[in-house]
T-cell receptor, first 113, second 111 residues
C-alpha cells in the first residue's frame, strides 16, 4: 500500500530565516506530487505540482520554491520567510494518469514570527 | 467567481439528524469530484468520490448535478464523530490533475 510521509509536524521560524519541508511517498512509482497551503480561515491553495523528477510547476508567485530530486521526494523551500508564509503546509500525491483523488501527508504547521 | 464554493456554516445539528451540504464549481469541463473530511489541525482525508449517477457509502450519499454544476453530500443519522469540516474538491486537468478545494463547511453534531 502507498504511504506519504511529511515532516516536521510543527515549525516556528523567525522572519527572514530559511525553510525546508520534505515529503516522501512509498509504495508507488512516478506519482504526481503537490504542495498546498492552508492559511487560517482560508481554503487549500495549490502552491506547486510536479509530474516527474525535476519537473516543477508553480501556481502563484511567492518567495517559495519546490524541488523534486527523486521520484518520490518533494521539497518545499524558502530562502527568507515572510510573516505571510505562516500556515498549514500539506504535501499530497496522486496517480500519474490523473483524474483521481489525492492523498495527503499529515501536514506541517508553520508559524513565522 | 471562485472555482469551488461552499457554504462555510457552521451547521449545528443534534445527533440523529440529517444534514446536507452543497458545493458549486465553475469549470464545466471538470470530470472528477470528491468530498474530503478534515478534522481540526489535521490533513484532509478522502470521504468519498462523487459519481454521475450518485453514490452512497453507509450514512453518506453524494450526488452530482452537471447541468447546474453542483455537488451535494447528505449525512443521515448524524453521529458526534461526524463533527468536522467537509471539503468539496474538483479536479483540474490543466495542472497535473491537482484538485481545487472549497473552503469547507463546518459541521458540529451535538448530543
Amino acid at each position: 500500500s502507498q504511504t506519504i510521509h511529511q515532516w516536521p509536524a510543527t515549525l516556528v521560524q523567525p522572519v527572514g530565516s530559511p525553510l525546508s519541508l520534505e515529503c516522501t511517498v512509498e509504495g508507488t512509482s512516478n506519482p504526481n506530487l503537490y504542495w498546498y497551503r492552508q492559511a487560517a480561515g482560508r481554503g487549500l491553495q495549490l502552491l506547486f505540482y510536479s509530474v516527474g523528477i525535476g519537473q516543477i510547476s508553480s501556481e502563484v508567485p511567492q518567495n517559495l520554491s519546490a524541488s523534486r530530486p527523486q521520484d518520490r521526494q518533494f521539497i518545499l523551500s524558502s530562502k527568507k520567510l515572510l510573516l505571510s508564509d505562516s500556515g498549514f503546509y500539506l504535501c499530497a500525491w496522486g496517480w500519474a494518469d490523473g483524474g483521481e483523488k489525492l492523498f495527503f501527508g499529515s501536514g506541517t504547521q508553520l508559524s513565522v514570527l | 467567481r471562485k472555482e469551488v464554493e461552499q457554504d462555510p456554516g457552521p451547521f449545528n445539528v443534534p445527533e440523529g439528524a440529517t444534514v446536507a451540504f452543497n458545493c458549486t464549481y465553475s469549470n464545466s469541463a471538470s470530470q472528477s469530484f470528491f468530498w474530503y473530511r478534515q478534522d481540526c489541525r489535521k490533513e484532509p482525508k478522502l470521504l468519498m468520490s462523487v459519481y454521475s449517477s450518485g453514490n452512497e457509502d453507509g450514512r453518506f450519499t453524494a450526488q452530482l448535478n452537471r447541468a447546474s454544476q453542483y455537488i451535494s453530500l447528505l449525512i443521515r443519522d448524524s453521529k458526534l464523530s461526524d463533527s468536522a469540516t467537509y471539503l468539496c474538491a474538483v479536479n483540474r486537468a490543466d495542472s497535473g490533475y491537482a484538485l481545487n478545494f472549497g473552503k469547507g463547511t463546518s459541521l458540529l453534531v451535538t448530543p
